[in-house]
């Protein structure tokens, strides 16, 4: 386990990058009456990865859905790459291959095989023909076995995914994102359920696919120190609401804003996360 | 049980008591009807083993047309079923689809036989399009059921990625509903074969035209022959189908290894 050193924020240094998703007071909710995510204001610079964290229900995998345009808010603004998330609108339609969502039910075709589900992920990419006869170049065959050696799943190919271990099955899922050739990786809880090890190995290999491609990866968790350990920055969500941001830089935190988050309630939640 | 679940025994058995006054139901008549019973089956058991050659060749032509009616018959349903569904269309696509196949569904199989021999004469043919009407109304009603039922995390992921309608149909609808349209034609091929025995009653071909003869004829013997090859072939089936069904639907759904004793 990592430990995490305060430095003093006055020594803090300012890098400008270009924010990849932004958003502005947003509000959303799933019926009319109870609201998931409350005023939420994010900036995620490109190329880093950002972490979530909260309780179950505190409203993360909304923000993922908001993101990816999956949902709209009732209130607010979102941006993605410039462009206003809404997957029923042509234009971000055209541009959501770029971003590689992993829910946390991974969603996957049971009944077909690794290497077929790996290949949805260029399905925007092929012509009409060639989707209704599943006809995939051989580049893009070749490209998915390229991709599923480096998750782990060299051999596997042709294994159907009901077959395959709860990790396999993300590895997978992850699979599928890369082979969209993202710029944006959205992950919901994907190492939730797996022992140590295996998480680990799944977080080294988004980390590392981040590092080479320069993607940008949003990753929702419930483990603050796993959160701690992999990500540039971890925003604390509770009830909807951002109520803490940390920067983080190596072994320390270089940046840590509490809005309008109490100490008590810090230290309330710190012990709450303890606990689990 | 709480007092809810009583009123409601006692609304059904009421509910029965009043239908079988309405329908002149008669316990009487049922009990002095058993000795004319009896008679029939006592007939029924002189099978006539000379016929079993002509009765197997008058099966062999009810599975043909079984068999081409149940698959003609998916083939047309399939993408009604894809137009019929709500998950996946709008209420001005699935509703007039809808209700053209409640519409084919109104007719029962013998009456669309009916209907074909009068429009192309009497024989297999007649029978064939009415097994496909039937099956067209039947599978992509139970089909677009059970499109509306396939676990949406597929869907939801596949589509986040802006994959086009029918990429989504072709990839993730198709696949994760295979088992249950397995599972239809199998269960349409079976209820066709018995179908199909009756539809020679109305001169649409197949076996039962032979046993509408002998029954004509008081000849039951006769006809207790052609049932007997239609009971063998109808166990023979369900035989396939459990075999197909363990292979194929089975373990794709539970992920695990079905061993043949």
């Known amino acids: 386990m990592k430990l995490i050193q305060m430095t003093n924020p006055s020594s803090l240094s300012i890098i400008s990058t270009k924010k990849i998703i932004q958003m502005n007071d947003v509000w959303t909710s799933y019926d009319s009456k109870n609201y998931a995510v409350h005023g939420i204001n994010l900036s995620i610079d490109k190329g880093t990865i950002y972490a979530i964290v909260g309780q179950s229900g505190s409203g993360k995998s909304t923000l993922l859905k908001l993101m990816n345009g999956m949902m709209i808010p009732s209130k607010g603004t979102i941006k993605v790459d410039y462009q206003t998330p809404n997957m029923n609108d042509k234009k971000f339609k ?5 971003i590689g969502y992993i829910p946390q039910s991974l969603g996957l075709i049971k009944n077909i095989s690794v290497l077929e589900n790996t ?5 925007p990419r092929l012509g009409k ?54 710029t ?34 949003i990753m929702v968790h419930h483990d603050m120190q796993l959160a701690l350990q992999y990500a540039n920055r971890v925003a604390v969500i509770k009830e909807g609401q951002k109520i803490l941001e940390i920067g983080v830089e190596g072994d320390k935190i270089v940046d840590f804003q509490t809005g ?16 689990k | 049980m709480n007092q809810k679940n009583n009123l409601m025994i006692g609304l059904i058995i009421a509910l029965i008591i009043v239908f079988s006054y309405n329908i002149e139901a ?89 209907l074909f021999v009068i429009m192309v004469g009497g024989g297999a043919f007649a029978g064939v399009l009415a097994i496909i009407m039937y099956t067209v109304g039947f599978v992509a009603k139970l089909q677009y059921e059970a499109i509306e039922t396939i676990d949406s995390d597929p869907v939801d992921a596949v589509s986040s990625i802006g994959v086009s309608k029918w990429q989504l149909i072709r990839y993730v ?64 089936i369900d035989w396939i189908s459990v075999k197909v069904r363990d292979k194929y639907i089975v373990k794709s759904q539970h992920g695990m290894e079905i061993k043949a004793k």
Not at chain 1, 166 to 174: C, D, L, S
Not at chain 1, 260 to 275: A, V
Not at chain 2, 66 to 81: E, H, K
């Open chain 1, 184 to 217: 944006i990786i959205l992950a919901d809880e994907i190492v939730s359920e797996l022992d140590h090890i295996t998480a680990k190995e799944i977080m080294n290999l988004i980390a590392d696919a981040q590092k080479r491609m320069n993607l940008t990866a």
């Open chain 2, 173 to 236: 609808v198709i696949p994760e509903s295979a088992s249950h349209l397995l599972s239809q034609v199998l269960y349409m091929f079976d209820y066709n074969v018995r179908q199909s025995s009756i539809l020679g009653l109305v001169g649409a071909g197949g076996i039962g035209f032979y046993i509408l003869g002998h029954i004509k004829w008081f000849e039951y013997g006769k006809a207790a022959t052609f049932m007997i090859v239609i009971f063998i072939t109808v166990l023979i």
């Open chain 1, 94 to 98: 055209s541009m959501m291959h770029k």
């Open chain 2, 26 to 114: 008669s316990p009487i008549d049922f009990i002095e009807g058993i000795p004319n019973l009896t008679i029939v089956i006592e007939e029924m058991s002189q099978v006539d083993a000379d016929l079993f050659e002509i009765a197997f060749w008058a099966m062999f032509e009810t599975i043909q047309m079984a068999f081409i009616g149940t698959i003609v018959g998916v083939v047309i349903a399939l993408p009604l079923s894809m137009l019929a569904a709500r998950n996946l269309n709008s209420k001005f696509v699935y509703a007039p689809v809808r209700a053209v196949l409640a519409a084919v569904r109104t007719f029962p199989s013998i009456l669309w036989a009916i």
């Open chain 1, 119 to 123: 290949l949805i992920g260029a399905l």
């Open chain 1, 129 to 182: 023909i060639q989707s209704l006869f599943k006809k995939f170049p051989q580049e893009e065959i070749q490209e998915a076995k390229k991709i599923l050696n480096l998750v782990g799943l060299s051999g596997k190919e042709e294994r159907k995914t009901y077959m395959l271990s709860g990790g396999e099955k993300r590895r997978v899922a992850i699979a599928r994102a890369f082979m969209q050739k993202p």
């Open chain 1, 260 to 275: 309008d988050l109490t100490s008590q309630e810090l230290m309330e939640m710190y012990s709450d996360e303890s606990k």
